[in-house]
Nanobody, 120 residues
Framework: QLHLVESGGGSVQAGGSLSLSCTASGSILRIIAMGWYRQAPGKQRELVAQVNAGGGTNYGDSVKGRFTISRDNGMNLLYLQMNSLEPEDTAVYYC??????????????WGQGTQVTVSS
């Protein structure tokens, strides 16, 4: 099992920057991908950015060029650098690890979420 804890959320004015971190404890058989999702009030949870085990990255269209995802080589730490923040980025941000708990058993692990608020 994995336990994920996010940190680094907060409030910032439009145009500012914030950094999020996610620390994983525990272990699973194999991690496939690590990512950040967000959910704004009244909206569905959406992908912000993802990095796979091979290092390839994928970003949501609305954050491309502004956000950068990174991880440590041990795949225990996940980061999200958010620049040029906009009020539309306001949401609860969740850390996600996807992987195999055991052979053939794939699952998603989620952190508790951290609030990011961007004021205009």
């Amino acid at each position: 099992q994995l336990h994920l804890v996010e940190s680094g959320g907060g409030s910032v004015q439009a145009g500012g920057s914030l950094s999020l971190s996610c620390t994983a404890s525990g272990s699973i058989l194999r991690i496939i991908a690590m990512g950040w999702y967000r959910q704004a009030p009244g909206k569905q949870r959406e992908l912000v950015a993802q990095v796979n085990a091979g290092g390839g990255t994928n970003y949501g269209d609305s954050v491309k060029g502004r956000f950068t995802i990174s991880r440590d080589n041990g795949m225990n730490l996940l980061y999200l650098q958010m620049n040029s923040l906009e009020p539309e980025d306001t949401a609860v941000y969740y850390c996600n690890f996807r992987g195999y708990a055991s052979i053939g058993v794939q699952g998603d692990y989620w952190g508790q979420g951290t609030q990011v608020t961007v004021s205009s």
